[in-house]
T-cell receptor
Framework: GAVVSQHPSRVICKSGTSVKIECRSL??????MFWYRQFPKQSLMLMAT?????????EQGVEKDKFLINHASLTLSTLTVTSAHPEDSSFYIC???????????????FGPGTRLLVL | AQSVTQLGSHVSVSEGALVLLRCNYS??????LFWYVQYPNQGLQLLLK??????LVKGINGFEAEFKKSETSFHLTKPSAHMSDAAEYFC???????????FGAGTRLFVKA
C-alpha cells in the first residue's frame, strides 16, 4: 500500500527554537496533505490543509505564523514550529491523499507521527 | 458541521470475546466513515471505510462495521478478540472521502487473557 513517512520521528528542542518536521509520500504524488496534532490520550485535531503550490489552509484557532507549512513539491510537505514553547509539545501526524484511481475513491494515508518535546 | 461521538473511552474484553466499539456521527450530507487503529507511539492504520453501497463493511484483522443511517451509527465489531487487538481505535467522518477528516475522541481497547 501507499506509504507516508515523517522525519524526524522524535525531536527534543529548547524553548524558543524552531523545529521542522517533514512529511513525504514515498510512492505517490499528493497534491493535498494534512497536518494533525495529538495531545496525550486525546484524539487527533486537524491543524491545517497543505496544498502543493499554494498557501496552506489553517483551521480555526491555529496560528499560521507559528506553524509554518510549506508544500513545495508533490511528495513533500513541511511543518515548522517556530519559537517553540513547552505547550507545543505534542505528537504531530501528517497524512497524504492518494488521488482517485479508476473506479475508486481518494484514500488518506497517515504518517507514523513525530513526537516533539520542547524543554 | 460534522462530529463524531465514540461511546466509552475504555473498553475491556476477554480474549476470544466479542469486541464492540460504538460510534455515532453527525453530518449534514451523506458521510464517508472510517475506523482507524493506533498502536502506542505510532500513526494511524485504516481498518475499514464506508463510502457508498453495501452498509456492512469488512476490514482488516477480522473487523467489520455496519453503517446504519437511521441510527447515525457506525459501530465496529470483531467476533473474537485477540491480545494483539489491544490499541486505541478512532472513528472518523469525512464529507469528501478522506478530506478534512473529523475524528472521535478514541476508544482504548484492553484485551484480558
Amino acid at each position: 500500500g501507499a506509504v507516508v513517512s515523517q522525519h524526524p520521528s522524535r525531536v527534543i528542542c529548547k524553548s524558543g527554537t524552531s523545529v521542522k518536521i517533514e512529511c513525504r509520500s514515498l510512492d505517490f504524488q499528493a497534491t493535498t496533505m494534512f497536518w494533525y496534532r495529538q495531545f496525550p490520550k486525546q484524539s487527533l485535531m486537524l491543524m491545517a490543509t497543505s496544498n502543493e503550490g499554494s498557501k496552506a489552509t489553517y483551521e480555526q484557532g491555529v496560528e499560521k505564523d507559528k506553524f509554518l507549512i510549506n508544500h513545495a513539491s508533490l511528495t513533500l510537505s513541511t511543518l515548522t514550529v517556530t519559537s517553540a514553547h513547552p505547550e507545543d509539545s505534542s505528537f504531530y501526524i501528517c497524512s497524504a491523499i492518494l488521488p482517485l484511481t479508476s473506479g475508486g475513491t481518494e484514500t488518506q494515508y497517515f504518517g507514523p507521527g513525530t513526537r516533539l518535546l520542547v524543554l | 458541521a460534522q462530529s463524531v461521538t465514540q461511546l466509552g473511552s475504555h473498553v475491556s474484553v476477554s480474549e476470544g470475546a466479542l469486541v464492540l466499539l460504538r460510534c455515532n456521527y453527525s453530518s449534514s450530507v451523506p458521510p464517508y466513515l472510517f475506523w482507524y487503529v493506533q498502536y502506542p507511539n505510532q500513526g494511524l492504520q485504516l481498518l475499514l471505510k464506508y463510502t457508498t453501497g453495501a452498509t456492512l463493511v469488512k476490514g482488516i484483522n477480522g473487523f467489520e462495521a455496519e453503517f446504519k443511517k437511521s441510527e447515525t451509527s457506525f459501530h465496529l465489531t470483531k467476533p473474537s478478540a485477540h491480545m494483539s487487538d489491544a490499541a486505541e481505535y478512532f472513528c472518523a467522518v469525512s464529507e469528501t472521502g478522506g478530506f478534512k477528516t473529523i475524528f472521535g475522541a478514541g476508544t482504548r481497547l484492553f484485551v484480558k487473557a
